[in-house]
């Protein structure tokens, strides 16, 4: 195990003066992921600053027009089992459940679960294969190796790792932002582009800045969000991440959709959203399914699927169907 030195923090300004003069210090949360990386030999930072006092990052509140704020350090289980988030906002509350385990939810936080790195095993290799997001310059031992787990969308000759958070996926879909405090202050990043595509530079998985914090997650009140649904297939029935995912929200009008947000997990090195399907979708009545499958076909002309994942581009589509199927019955 990798020796690092702990301290502890008490107010946000604080953390983020640290964060930003120390490029060898991370924040630890509830630290499932980090000490797994450490392990692992895929991280290796001299000193973690827990950020566990900061109380005013483990809220949960809905505010008087319905947006949720969800705090960085609320922990899953508390986000899952929320009154208003799972009436509200199901799609959120079904994705938490449906990740890790009832021990692991209780200690994972929202800003770690974010933040969580790719489970491509090459990447969590403790021998150290090749790997780009782990030594940058080394290759990639998935591209021409094993890949049924990884990415259909998105991917560079330098990744193809995907992303793992059920959450991020439910997120995407209901047009939330990550706040974040900084050096210079706070700024909100659209969820969808917090996670970054791999390119050149795949040991980048986010937007977030050294000196940078998560304080917590933003998502707007919609008709959508109430009438939404997370559908996760995975090797076996829990404790697993997922192969494929869906996340729906819709809303409809005597039984044809008016809007519908998709996004997809498991295909992408960040939660796929599915714009195009969305805007083919508007008018389709729920229950065509020749419609529903068309228009989420429309989505999927970029699909690039490697030697072992061919599966995923059908799988993914039938997913999409019936999370959306599942939502309409929610409208
Ligand atoms: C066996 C197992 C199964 C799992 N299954 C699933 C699953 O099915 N679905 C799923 O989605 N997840 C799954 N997970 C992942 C789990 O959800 C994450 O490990 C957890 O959410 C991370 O939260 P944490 O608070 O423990 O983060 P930590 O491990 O403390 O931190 C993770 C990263 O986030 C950074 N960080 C933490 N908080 C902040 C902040 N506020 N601002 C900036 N950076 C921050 C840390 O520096 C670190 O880089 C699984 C994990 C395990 C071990
Ligand atoms: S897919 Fe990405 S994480 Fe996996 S071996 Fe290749 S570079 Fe590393």
Redesign the pocket.
Known sequence: MHPFALSRTDTPAHAVAEHARDPQL???????????LIKDRA?APERLLD?NGLSS?SRIDLGPDGRLRIG??AR?SEVAAHRDVREQFPVIAEALL????GQ?RN???I???I??RTRCPYFRDEDGLPCNKRRPGSGCSALHGLNRSHAIFGWSDDCIATN????SVALAALDAHVIVLGPTGERSIPFTDFHRLPGDTPDRDTA?ERG????GIDVPASVEARASHYLKLRDRAS????LVSAAAAVAVDRGRIRSVRLALGGVAHKPWRLTSAEAALRGAKLDDIGKLKSGIAASFKDARPLAHNGFKVELAQRVAVRALQIAGGRA
């Open positions: 991370a924040f630890i949360a509830g630290g499932t992921d980090l000490l797994g991280a950020i990052l960085a350090l899953m449906f990740s890790a385990s692991l200690m994972a936080s800003g770690g679960n933040m969580q793992p958070s059920d959450l977030l940078e914090l998560i304080v404790y697993e991440f997922a």
